[in-house]
């Protein structure tokens, strides 16, 4: 079985190039990296890094997908082939992003997975912990319980909204005391917690924007969330069901298992927001593959242990599926326990 790989660089000065089969990654103290033509999934670059024309030549030809970031976790844009483009099949998604019906119970049957799996990560953390988040439990089941009654998108990301201001309040109980934080904050993020928290959603996000391009999706055309200019919609919907999953279990436990020190950390002076510097960006993009690549049983459908990135692929097939066909029963969240 070929491995494939997902390659993040970060070094400031670094270029990547191509050299016979071979992409080569060198950076300024001399280290070269070296990674197969034929195993290279997707490249994400974060600050200064180069990449040569022979090489963007490569990626558009192979069809892998580069995504640039500051180094900060700031998106700014992705290089991409136009090899999957099918606007047969973005028709009919753009359809049916316009059949209310389909939209209410879409979002109705992803966010319900959402609350849930939240509830099972705070019930997860509180078996080794003295903390009581059985008042906060209660309110998310509350919620979770509306979610299919509801008669509108409006009403149902109301209720997600509100189980989802319980569920940070639980969750920030939960954590060490010097990573403590009062709610979620972004743009910019206002404490450490909510800086991982941040870049952790912008990778999985693109993560996903990468596989749906794939698939010859429209990334813009989603069903949940309300359009909005230059927003990838699509990615912002399908990324809902993983948040609690993969990336605040992620971060619950690099802070719990003491993995990453408050000191890896940065303020602008004079500036908000709190970002990783450049080791903590390396243990935080370890941890993140490690969580990807590590094989779970969730997935409806699927028989046998697979990886997260894998489920990641086969949900946004399982929603080709949907689409083609028009048919919702066809797509099922994933259920964590």
């Known amino acids: ?25 060198k950076t300024k103290d001399g280290c070269i990296t ?11 670059l974060f600050g200064n890094v180069t990449m040569t024309i022979a ?6 030809i192979k069809g892998i997908p580069v995504s640039y970031f500051s180094m900060s976790g700031a998106y700014f844009g992705r290089l991409h082939s136009t ?15 316009e059949d209310k019906e389909f939209r209410l119970e879409f979002t109705k049957k992803v966010i319900k997975a959402k609350i849930h799996n939240q509830i099972v990560m705070l019930r997860r953390y509180t078996r080794n912990s003295s903390v009581d988040l059985s008042e906060i439990v209660s309110s998310m089941q509350r919620y979770e319980q509306k979610i299919p009654h509801c008669n509108s998108i409006e009403q149902t990301m109301g209720y997600e909204g509100a189980a989802s201001r319980y569920y940070f309040s639980g969750l920030s109980k939960l954590v060490p005391k010097e990573f403590q934080f ?37 990334v813009y055309a989603g069903f949940m969330h309300a359009d909005q200019e230059r927003h ?20 619950m436990s690099l802070v ?13 002076e004079g500036k908000p927001g709190i970002f990783l510097d450049k080791e903590g960006l390396r243990i935080f993009l370890n941890k993140y593959e490690k969580k990807m690549r590590k094989d779970i049983q969730y997935l409806s459908g699927i028989e046998g242990r697979i990886s997260y990135r894998r489920a990641i692929w086969e949900q946004v097939h399982s ?14 969240p994933i259920i964590i326990r």
């Open 182 to 218: 009062v709610g979620r904050s972004r743009r910019p993020p206002k404490d450490e917690f909510n800086s991982m928290l941040s870049l952790g959603y912008t990778l999985l996000m693109y993560e996903i924007y990468g596989e749906v391009e794939n698939n010859g999706l429209n």
């Open 232 to 251: 990838p919609t699509l990615a912002s919907d399908l990324m809902e069901e993983w948040r609690a999953t993969l990336i605040d279990s992620t971060i």
């Open 1 to 25: 079985m070929v491995n494939i790989s997902y390659l993040y660089v970060c070094e400031p000065g670094a270029v990547m190039g191509i050299e016979g089969g071979y992409f080569v990654v």
């Open 55 to 60: 090489c963007t030549r490569e990626c558009l």
């Open 34 to 44: 070296k990674i197969p033509k034929e195993t290279l999934e997707a490249v994400a």
């Open 256 to 268: 719990v298992g003491k993995e990453i020190s408050i000191q890896a950390f940065w303020r602008e």
């Open 319 to 332: 929603l080709v599926t949907v689409v083609e066909k028009r048919d919702l029963s066809l797509y099922h």
């Open 83 to 97: 090899n999957n483009t099918n606007i047969i099949r973005q028709k009919k998604q753009i359809a049916l992003s």
